[in-house]
């Protein structure tokens, strides 16, 4: 009896351990499933996120869509889907398990998306008030937050900020740091206007030293989780005809166009070094590329998202499993989301007046609108900052990092 008692508890442990292995190694699923008269298909990558992608169809209905949420890999995680078609829109509400909500309603019109939020429809309105009974509130997806005066040209939005997201902001003399543990960093004595020569790249910011007349040695570097700065010296004469092209991981590439050179900044070993000359260029694109001299010069940058999959817009981002589409309408840009299974279905999330400010994130998509910083995530559209310097100065620039 002993003996096989021993083997049921060995049998046991074996069993367990092996399934904590499988759940360890377990790279996600890709299944079908019914929920009433949808059919969905789920999917789950977890090398890159814990990000399930979903598409819903019912007959000629069909939609894509992702959420952030860990279901610690759980699969057939949506348990009812509720359908209106209200005029010349169909609108769907997928509700998770435990009866969760964790994306506005979705309304879909000439197979295009667009998040009942952002509809000014009477019978939509009067249909969501239908879905309290499961939980559904439409001031989820209102910015209610309070607004805190700073100074007289910032506001900040503090209820809004999301947790281990950093974020810091450029000031004449350094940087405004918020979620951390400092709030101004003072890198110059003086105020400087424009500093082209500067850059947010993971956790961290750089600038040129702008105290430097003619050429510059140092770059100074701040840690926007907690405000602590170094200094990196180059051993070479840098012209402030230079821009930074981009970074790689922690190191930043900038090109002089002066001396026509390309130097790495290693954050890592606090170092400068000619990368290339201008007999050897590159560019980074997700991969590493040639480029010739007079690319360079015409300024040049990363953009390890671009791609030419979709045409006929002004920006295509490839993010994930996702297309970030731009389209100009006026002064601002009207900003869309399409899946790389479905690109011609776009989801309408947001306006933008800055192409160059967009900051991908995995739960959110930090941009600028005129003078305020906003993110947009599953619940719309939230202001962050808001900084009337901005009528007067474009060039002060904005970073987060998630820790």
């Known amino acids: 009896m002993k003996y096989l008692f021993k083997t049921l508890i060995v049998f046991t442990v074996v069993f367990f351990a092996l399934?904590?292995?499988?759940?360890?190694?377990?790279?996600?699923?890709?299944?079908?499933?019914?929920?009433?008269?949808?059919?969905?298909k789920e999917e789950l990558e977890t090398k890159e996120n814990n990000n399930y992608y979903f598409e819903l169809a019912h007959e000629k209905f069909k939609i894509n869509f992702q959420i952030n949420k860990n279901y610690n890999k759980a699969e057939k995680v949506i348990n009812k889907i509720e359908y209106k078609k209200i005029d010349d829109y169909q609108?769907?509400?997928?509700?998770?398990?435990?009866?969760?909500?964790?994306?506005?309603?979705?309304?879909?019109?000439?197979?295009?998306?667009?998040?009942?939020?952002?509809?000014n429809n009477k019978k939509i309105k009067d249909y969501l008030?239908?879905?309290?009974?499961?939980?559904?509130?439409?001031?989820?997806?209102?910015?209610?937050?309070?607004?805190?005066?700073?100074?007289?040209?910032?506001?900040?939005y503090e209820d809004n900020f999301l947790e281990n997201h950093y974020i810091a902001m450029e000031?004449?003399?350094?940087?405004?740091?918020?979620?951390?543990?400092?709030?101004?960093?003072?890198?110059?004595?003086?105020?400087?206007?424009?500093?082209?020569?500067?850059?947010?790249?993971?956790?961290?910011?750089?600038?040129?030293?702008?105290?430097?007349e003619y050429t510059?040695?140092?770059?100074?570097?701040?840690?926007?989780?907690?405000?602590n700065q170094i200094d990196i010296r180059s051993y070479d004469d840098i012209s402030f005809d230079s821009y930074i092209q981009g970074a790689v991981n922690d190191d930043?590439?900038?090109?002089?166009?002066?001396?026509?050179?390309q130097y790495k900044i290693s954050i890592k070993n606090e170092s400068v070094e000619l990368f290339h000359d201008k007999n050897n260029l590159q560019t980074y694109n997700g991969k590493w590329e040639d480029i010739s001299l007079t690319e360079a010069?015409?300024?040049?940058?990363?953009?390890?998202?671009?791609t030419n999959d979709v045409e006929g817009y002004d920006k295509v981002d490839k993010v994930g499993n996702?297309?970030?589409?731009?389209?100009?309408?006026?002064?601002?840009?009207?900003?869309?989301?399409?899946?790389?299974?479905?690109?011609?279905?776009?989801?309408?999330?947001?306006?933008?007046?800055?192409?160059?400010?967009?900051?991908?994130?995995?739960?959110?998509?930090?941009?600028?609108?005129?003078?305020?910083?906003?993110?947009?995530?599953?619940?719309?559209?939230?202001?962050?900052?808001?900084?009337?310097?901005?009528?007067?100065?474009?060039?002060?620039?904005?970073?987060?990092y998630k820790k």
């Open 19 to 40: 399934k904590f292995i499988l759940f360890m190694f377990d790279t996600g699923h890709n299944i079908t499933y019914n929920v009433g008269n949808f059919k969905v």
């Open 91 to 119: 609108c769907v509400l997928p509700i998770f398990k435990n009866g969760q909500i964790l994306t506005d309603v979705m309304c879909l019109k000439d197979n295009n998306i667009t998040y009942a939020h952002d509809l």
């Open 129 to 156: 008030n239908t879905l309290k009974k499961y939980g559904y509130n439409t001031n989820d997806y209102k910015d209610n937050a309070k607004a805190i005066k700073l100074s007289n040209t910032q506001t900040i």
């Open 171 to 212: 000031t004449y003399k350094g940087l405004n740091l918020f979620n951390g543990k400092k709030s101004n960093v003072q890198i110059f004595d003086n105020d400087v206007y424009t500093k082209p020569i500067s850059y947010f790249t993971d956790k961290y910011y750089i600038v040129a030293d702008y105290t430097a």
């Open 216 to 227: 510059f040695k140092m770059f100074h570097v701040i840690n926007i989780i907690n405000g």
């Open 252 to 261: 930043i590439y900038l090109f002089d166009k002066e001396a026509s050179k």
């Open 297 to 306: 010069l015409d300024g040049k940058i990363f953009n390890p998202y671009q």
């Open 322 to 400: 996702y297309y970030y589409i731009y389209e100009k309408e006026n002064d601002y840009y009207n900003v869309y989301r399409a899946d790389i299974q479905n690109k011609k279905q776009k989801t309408y999330l947001f306006k933008t007046t800055d192409l160059n400010s967009v900051i991908y994130l995995e739960d959110a998509i930090y941009y600028l609108n005129e003078d305020t910083f906003y993110y947009h995530y599953n619940y719309g559209e939230r202001r962050v900052i808001t900084n009337t310097e901005l009528e007067f100065n474009k060039d002060l620039s904005f970073g987060v």
